[in-house]
């Protein structure tokens, strides 16, 4: 997994382009593979983005961090904030890394580390971000563990992640494409397992869909 996100560092480019949706390419790409049209962009990214509090000055980790290209602009907002960034890619993380700098961010702090093992303390965190996460991780349920370990009680975990079984054409991509480069690692939530974990492990969990992106704001 190291290995193939490392291919996805050197062609950051392409991927962020599909990731925000900026280019003619990454346009095609986000409706070619993942059924998004412009206006269903905007909704993924609304839901995704839909837990974190306007101004927040809490300490919060983003797990996995990519390449930031979603979520660095957002820490702008957030003044006061201490916020830990977190991904098993070096090279992810060097994209990440030079983001940062460019947008001058101050309280981010960049860690190369598996979110199956977080090296921090328990009830450590406010909040807890996952963009596009659970549908790389290998090691899914110790990733489950963390995450909540992690958590203060009363603290939010949110983000996004793929759901399989709403698009066929997604799911072909995903499996013939993405599994065999090692970008995504079976098995993977539909949109009614992925509502009943998190209903399971949070006290309060409000879910939503966009194509084959399920949106989860959840607090423990
Ligand atoms: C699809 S990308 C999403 C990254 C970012 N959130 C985004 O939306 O651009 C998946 C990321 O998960 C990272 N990853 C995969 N397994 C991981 C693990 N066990 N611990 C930490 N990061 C991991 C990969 O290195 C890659 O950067």
Known sequence: MKDSYKIVGDLAKFYDAMLTNSTLLGNLALKIFWGLNSADYQKFLAQAFAGLPKNFNGRLIEVPVGTGALSLPIYKNFDGAEIFC????????????????????????????????LPFEENFFDLVLSINGFH??????AAWTEIHRVLKFGGIFCGCMYVTGENRRTDFFIENFCEPRGFFCPPYETFETLEKK???????????LVKSFAGFVCTK
Do not use: T
Request: proline content about 0%; aromatic content about 10%.
């Open 136 to 141: 790389a991780f290998a090691e899914k349920n």
């Open 86 to 117: 977190v991904d098993f890619s070096e090279k992810m993380l060097a994209a990440a890394k030079i983001r940062s700098e460019k947008l001058n961010l101050r309280g981010v702090k960049f860690f190369q580390g598996d979110v199956a093992n």
């Open 198 to 208: 998190l209903r399971e492990k949070f006290s309060r969990a409000q879910i939503s």
